[in-house]
């Protein structure tokens, strides 16, 4: 190592697989500032279409402003509770973000530990606005951990093509993940403990599939699809959110609008203990929640309700579904086995004729009693 810092390729046995961030300066050391560092590499990188690689290391730096075809790559050995070999921790409360993807295209960030320290207001993990794009970004976030920042941890705006897989959003105060519009793929992530949804799909959005996820103890609730169509639900498991595990709906004045929410599968998902924070008997202590939609196959699931898993807060929810003007649906063979302590289904009509809601089994949550005695439930006894 010289004496600015940097590795020699001897020494540093990472060189092979692109630009060491320790080559320009970058200590890695949880004190040094190592945003001016990290650019320069970013900037040397953008040059050659490369990948930026971190050491195993914690580096304390402001927000990094991404190039096209850019590839930040580190060590991703982190654990559920834990970060991993390479955290890059945000030092900048007044920063918008920590990695900035606005105006790139084929950007991708792989194998980091992103930490916000809970600093400033609205501050995001990942962040892109693709307003004014001309083409898809075709962005990919792989096998990171994104805690703690005071926004969404990744807010994804604007922005086309796009893949989030294998990553942890954990404690982020808005979304896990936030996007709008369309061709999206969302799998095989964790979402727990964010202060909104642990995926919000904002208007407008559309053709977002999203798959094998777990997402839990989100604060607002699981997964909320807020207008937009296309959507393909599938084997993810939602567990213990604070509203509704899944909310799609629109409102009458959308009905010949172009984003009227509709033209989506809800399949072989499992539904558990939704409504932890929910007024008990309002609409938002549900699984589901379907509202002014079209098109709609909700089919396979399987809902349960509960409460904390140590036995204490609310058992919930009061509803496994709450259904209200269906277009040209399909409600069947979903499975409400204990899913509910008021209603399974609250059906407030106004479907049209050809819309179908049958053929979905089960019974009420029988009561819970407490270790002194107190019945917690409101099912049948």
Avoid at 252 to 261: F, G, N, S, T
Wanted: one cysteine or more; charged letters at 20%; hydrophobic letters at 35%.
């Amino acid at each position: 190592m010289d004496m600015a810092g940097r590795l020699d390729p001897v020494s540093d046995p990472f060189e092979g697989t692109g630009i060491s961030v320790r080559r320009y300066g970058a200590r890695g050391d949880d004190v040094t500032d190592d945003t001016a560092a990290i650019q320069r590499a970013i900037d040397e990188a953008g040059k050659v279409e490369g990948t930026v690689w971190f050491p195993p290391g914690h580096y304390r730096c402001g927000m990094l402003q991404m190039r096209s075809r850019v590839a930040l790559a580190g060590s991703p050995t982190w654990a559920y509770r834990s970060h991993g070999g390479t955290v890059l921790r945000l030092l900048d409360p007044k920063a918008s973000c920590l990695v900035n993807l606005n105006g790139t295209v084929g950007a991708r960030v792989c194998g980091l530990a992103l930490d916000g320290c809970g600093l400033g207001q609205g501050v995001h993990g990942i962040q892109i606005n693709g307003a004014g794009h001309k083409t898809e970004e075709t962005l990919v976030i792989d096998n990171c951990r994104i805690v703690s920042f005071s926004g969404d941890g990744a807010h994804l705006e604007q922005a086309w093509g796009f893949t989030v897989r294998n990553c942890l959003f954990n404690r982020n105060t808005g979304d896990g993940i936030m996007v709008s519009h369309w061709d999206g793929w969302i799998h095989d992530n964790i979402m727990i403990g964010n202060g909104r949804y642990g995926l919000g799909c904002r208007r407008p959005t559309a053709s977002i599939t999203i798959t094998a996820n777990r997402i839990e103890w989100n604060h607002d609730g699981g997964i909320l699809l807020e207008s937009g169509n296309h959507y393909n639900v599938t084997g993810n498991f939602i567990d213990r959110s604070g509203g509704p595990g899944l909310v799609l709906r629109g409102d009458a004045a959308m009905v010949d609008q172009r984003w009227l929410p509709g033209t989506t599968a809800i399949t072989g998902n499992v539904f558990n203990r939704s409504g932890a924070r929910a007024e008990p008997g309002s609409r938002e202590s549900c699984h589901i929640w379907l509202e002014e939609v079209f098109g709609v196959s909700c089919m396979g699931n399987t809902f349960c309700f509960g409460n904390n898993d140590d036995g204490t807060g609310l058992v919930s929810p009061s509803y496994g579904m709450v259904l209200k003007s269906l277009r040209s649906s399909v409600i069947m063979g979903n499975v409400l086995h204990n899913a509910a302590v008021q209603r399974l289904i609250l059906d407030e009509g106004g479907h049209d004729d050809v819309t179908v809601i049958r053929d979905n089994p089960g019974c009420l949550a029988p009561p819970i009693v407490a270790a002194d005695g107190t019945t917690l439930g409101a099912g049948p006894s």
